[in-house]
C-alpha cells in the first residue's frame, strides 16, 4: 500500500530539547515537503525536497531543519524547540499524497 | 509575498444539493493547483488538480474551474453528501525563478451538510 508515514503521531516536550519527527514513503517519490497546521492559519510549508540532497526553505522555515540522504527518508529536526513550535505537523510526497500528523506540544 | 486565500470560511448546504467553494490566489505565475479535503484528525486528502493550460476538468462528483483571468478557482461538488462534511483547502504551486516548486495552501473552507 502507497503511503506515507510520519513518526511519533504525538509528541509533547520542553522548551529547548532537540527533537525529530521522521516521515517515510514507500512511493520512490521524489518530491517530499513539511508543514504546519495551525488555527486559522491553514497549512503552511516549511521546508520542501525536490530529490535526494536538494532541499529548500518554505514558507516558515525558522527554527527548523531538514535533510534528505535517502529518497524515502525526510526528518524534520527542531533543534530547539520553541512553544511557538506548539502544531500539527504534516509529511507529503509530491504535491498529493499526507502523512497523518504529528501533533506537538512544547511546553 | 504572493498569498492564496478562500472567500467563505463556512459553507453550509442541503444532502443532495451542488455545493460550490471558491479559492483566490494572487500569483500569476502558478501554473498547477490543487484541491484537498481534510477531516477531522486526518492528514488533508487529494481531490483533483488542475493546471494552468486548462479552465475546466471534472472528476467523480467534483469539477474544478480555473478562472486565470481574475485568479480564481472554484471546486464544485454535485449531490453534496454528508461524507462530504469537512474543510476544504486549495493550493497552489509555481516555479520560482530558481526552478524550486513549493506549494501554497490556502486557509480553508469549512462545507457543513445539513441532512
Known amino acids: 500500500e502507497a503511503q506515507v508515514t510520519q513518526n511519533p503521531r504525538y509528541l509533547i516536550t520542553v522548551t529547548g530539547k532537540k527533537l525529530t519527527v521522521t516521515c517515510s514513503q514507500n512511493m520512490n517519490h521524489e518530491y517530499m515537503s513539511w508543514y504546519r497546521q495551525d488555527p486559522g492559519l491553514g497549512l503552511r510549508q516549511i521546508y520542501y525536497s525536490m530529490n535526494v540532497e536538494v532541499t529548500d526553505k518554505g514558507d516558515v522555515p525558522e527554527g527548523y531543519k531538514v535533510s534528505r540522504k535517502e529518497k524515502r527518508n525526510f526528518p524534520l529536526i527542531l533543534e530547539s524547540p520553541s512553544p511557538n513550535q506548539t502544531s500539527l505537523y504534516f509529511c507529503a510526497s509530491i504535491l498529493g499524497g499526507f502523512g497523518p500528523g504529528t501533533r506537538l506540544t512544547v511546553l | 509575498g504572493e498569498s492564496v486565500g478562500l472567500h467563505l470560511p463556512t459553507l453550509s448546504v442541503q444532502e443532495g444539493d451542488n455545493s460550490i467553494i471558491n479559492c483566490a490566489y494572487s500569483n500569476s505565475a502558478s501554473d498547477y493547483f490543487i484541491w484537498y479535503k481534510q477531516e477531522s484528525g486526518k492528514g488533508p486528502q487529494f481531490i483533483i488538480d488542475?493546471?494552468?493550460?486548462?479552465d475546466k476538468r471534472q472528476g467523480q462528483r467534483v469539477t474544478v474551474l480555473l478562472n486565470k483571468t481574475v485568479k480564481h478557482l472554484s471546486l464544485q461538488i454535485a449531490a453534496t453528501q454528508p461524507g462530504d462534511s469537512a474543510v476544504y483547502f486549495c493550493?497552489?504551486?509555481?516555479?520560482?525563478?530558481?526552478?524550486?516548486?513549493?506549494?501554497?495552501f490556502g486557509s480553508g473552507t469549512r462545507l457543513q451538510v445539513q441532512p
Open positions: 488542475i493546471r494552468s493550460n486548462m
Open positions: 493550493a497552489e504551486s509555481g516555479a520560482s525563478d530558481t526552478g524550486r516548486r513549493a506549494l501554497t
